[in-house]
């Protein structure tokens, strides 16, 4: 089974420099990206059966981390 990987400069390439400027000069967006990236590698952690949980735990996780890229995604368009 392929991972994917979804971490925001994968999720969002063309938005790399401004990723960068949030997580260097805005504290709520550093909080944010960091709870992402620990939640990303937890849910990769669970598709490789490396953690293993339910299925209901799984998606409850992936639900999480698209209402925390929607947030993030929103203050790099802003």
């Known amino acids: 089974m392929t991972i994917e990987h ?3 400069v994968h999720e969002f390439p063309q938005l790399r ?3 960068h400027e949030l ?3 805005n504290k709520h967006f550093r909080k944010l990206f960091d ?3 620990v939640l990303t590698s937890t849910i ?3 598709e490789t059966e490396a953690t293993a949980v339910t299925t209901h735990t ?3 996780a ?3 981390r698209v209402h925390l890229k929607d947030a993030l995604y ?3 368009i802003a």
């Open 23 to 25: 997580k260097i000069g």
């Open 44 to 46: 990769e952690n669970m």
């Open 58 to 60: 799984e998606e409850e």
């Open 74 to 76: 929103k203050m790099l």
């Open 62 to 64: 992936k639900m999480h």
């Open 6 to 8: 979804h971490d925001l």
């Open 17 to 19: 420099d401004r990723i």
């Open 35 to 37: 709870e992402y990236h």
